[in-house]
């Protein structure tokens, strides 16, 4: 007894200990399930707290000009566990800008390297002046035109293979330039080498993009336009020296080897950086976008057994391995889908007057110059010096002025930039942070556009000549910079494409205004004719205003058309992959054997055997019936 006692109360000590474990158990659960019950009540009022802050937030075109600091302070953000923008370091940044900067550059001093020559070669061939002229006018044109295609191409196969094809292209014009004799011949190469230069330009903007964050882009914007403003500047220098001591034919073999030279450099240094291929640069791109330098690298890599998995800082939308994607025909289309945008229009429109001016004043100093002053064709070039200078001046300040407006535009919303990392830009006010530098350009550009022309009608000395042609170049580089960054800002994923939209509308207008120049100065006079571009200039000039007024909105508008058609698409996506696998089910169906104990659609199918065969009359009703049931059962 005495045993069995000591046994039950040892036992029921062991139960009494349970009872108290679960006891605290059942307490700990009750302070938890308290805890989350009060942190989920504290959620869901902070929740109502912020949909009702967001339903205050909600803000008039008013507020966003009277307080942009509330909006941009709460939504402004960079992840802290963001992948950087670009697995590039700094010196290999600035090696891929300038490349591109290199790259840019043939299109311009193509264009410029020309105008010395232009009275040569009217003599040459035995044509006029205007249709010299009218070759300028051609290659302005495809110098819209071709980038549309091309852009879209190094947007979605790569920058590298568009590069290649394009120096291919402008190489080939070059030596055919060079060989020719006849004027048809002359217009059709200008505009066949207008098509493989003028993409580089748009290319140029997508490879900043690619490799930089809004907060750094207007210093590497301004470093790589000024290559492509660079060419006003040396490009006639160059042009007037050759053609007065080796004649015309030698700009175009300078011009010849001048790319060969770059497209070497280029095959053996310059790295993919198309984020739809290589992502933030952590993805190895296909062989085809492989420098020589790369591809050597990564065979070693294999032989030497050292090759590894590409890092894992890219983003999921980054991390699409190349050559899944198919690359169809370059669409022009969407170019001209940017161009349907309000917001992008105004702006685009407006640039594309400011270029033509810019172009307008280009234009007229060969025949002007060789006029006024009797000037030769080395003399016309060296005139270009003061105007090239303030160009590329302009993009190099330019850059600064814009990334230090964004700084100052981030410290007074206070927010905080990660450098080399991404930035959301809903509802920053990135239209008034860029287009305060473009305004007080504009201005002064349309003022200095009346000066020239009234000091050139009334032939004054050419030192004033060329001190306004430095301002004039200077402010319009400014404005029309300042929207080439802005455009980027609004379109980070198709730059080129963008870019292209901007060289489309800028383009087809500058060689409208190149063509009627001259007819414009001799029906109307110097003075006049610029009198009435710089009223051009001030008179659309709002279309800027508007941007900042109304940008903030227009951009919203747009990001929520551009989810919709999303969406769109992945619901129709998703109902042709189901559709297909509903078909390949049926298909499988069809070719299995019939099941042994089939579902309900075999016992139908028996069911329906049974009826025709009742009324064929056939003496095996009941066995078949019994079969039908046998199956149902």
């Not at 950087?84 to 410029?112: E, L």
């Not at 790369?294 to 890219?314: M, W």
């Not at 001799?522 to 709002?542: C, D, E, I, K, Y």
Request: one cysteine or more; a neutral charge.
């Amino acid at each position: 007894m005495t045993d069995a006692t000591r046994n039950l109360g040892a036992r029921s000590d062991e139960v009494n200990t349970q009872a108290a474990t679960i006891s605290n158990l059942g307490d700990e659960a009750d302070r938890h399930d308290s805890l989350t019950s009060h942190a989920d009540s504290s959620s869901d009022t902070s929740a109502i707290s912020q949909g009702h802050d967001d339903l205050e937030k909600v803000p008039t075109a008013r507020d966003e000009q009277s307080q942009p600091a509330t909006n941009a302070q709460r939504t402004v953000t960079t992840l802290p566990n963001a992948p950087p923008h670009s697995v590039f370091t700094s010196g290999q940044k600035k090696f891929i800008v300038f490349m591109a900067s290199w790259a840019g550059f043939f299109s311009p001093v193509s264009a410029n390297i020309y105008f010395p020559a232009l009275n040569a070669l009217a003599a040459d061939l035995n044509v006029s002046y205007t249709l010299i002229n009218l070759t300028l006018t051609s290659y302005m044109i495809f110098q819209g035109l071709a980038p549309a295609f091309i852009g879209s191409l190094a947007d979605s196969l790569g920058r590298r293979p568009a590069y290649f094809f394009c120096f291919v292209v402008y190489i080939v014009a070059n030596i055919g330039l060079a060989l020719q004799d006849s004027y048809a011949a002359l217009f059709v190469l200008r505009c066949v080498q207008s098509s493989g230069s003028s993409a580089t330009i748009a290319m140029a903007s997508g490879v900043v993009a690619d490799v930089s964050t809004p907060a750094e882009r207007g210093a590497y914007m301004g470093f790589t336009l000024a290559g492509s403003l660079l060419g006003p500047a040396i490009g006639p220098v160059i042009g007037g020296i050759l053609s007065q001591f080796l004649g015309w034919r030698s700009i175009f073999w300078f011009l010849t080897i001048f790319a060969v030279t770059f497209l070497v450099l280029f095959l053996i240094f310059f790295p993919e950086t198309a984020r739809n291929t290589v992502g933030n640069g952590s993805i190895p791109p296909k062989v085809w976008n492989m420098s020589l330098m790369s591809y050597l690298a990564l065979r070693k890599a294999r032989k030497d057994g050292l090759e590894h998995d590409a890092p894992v800082e890219a983003t999921a939308s980054q991390n699409t391995q190349p050559g899944k994607k198919k690359h169809g025909f370059p669409n022009p289309l969407a170019s001209l889908n940017i161009l349907l945008d309000k917001q992008t229009a105004v702006l685009l429109f407006y640039n594309a007057l400011i270029f033509a001016a810019f172009y307008d004043v280009t234009a007229v100093i060969p025949s002007q110059f060789a006029q006024i002053y009797h000037f030769n064709d080395l003399q016309i070039g060296l005139c270009y010096i003061p105007f090239g200078f303030g160009s590329t001046s302009a993009a190099l300040v330019n850059g600064q002025l814009l990334d230090r407006n964004f700084a100052r535009w981030c410290r007074k919303l206070d927010v905080q930039v990660r450098k080399g990392r991404d930035q959301d830009l809903s509802n920053f006010p990135i239209e008034r942070a860029r287009l305060e530098i473009a305004l007080p350009a504009t201005y002064v550009a349309s003022a200095m556009t009346i000066v020239f022309g009234w000091v050139l009608d009334v032939e004054g000395p050419l030192a004033a000549i060329l001190v306004v042609l430095f301002l004039t170049s200077f402010s319009m580089t400014v404005a029309f910079n300042v929207t080439s960054t802005l455009l980027v800002d609004f379109y980070p994923k198709s730059p080129a494409t963008a870019t292209a939209a901007n060289n489309l509308v800028r383009c087809l207008l500058g060689a409208g205004a190149t063509a009627a120049v001259i007819p414009m100065v001799n029906a109307m006079g110097r003075g006049w004719t610029f009198t009435f571009l710089a009223l051009l200039l001030l008179v659309a000039s709002p279309m800027m205003w508007l941007n900042i007024w109304y940008g903030m909105k227009w951009r919203a508008e747009r990001k929520e058309r551009n989810e919709s058609k999303q969406q769109a698409r992945e619901t129709k996506r998703s109902d042709k992959a189901e559709k297909g696998a509903v078909g390949r089910a049926w298909e499988d169906a069809e070719r299995k054997e019939p099941p042994v104990e089939g579902g309900v659609p075999e016992i139908a199918a028996v069911a329906e055997k049974d009826m025709e065969r009742e009324q064929a009359g056939t003496g095996r009703r009941g066995l078949y019936r019994a079969q039908s049931h046998d199956h149902v059962h």
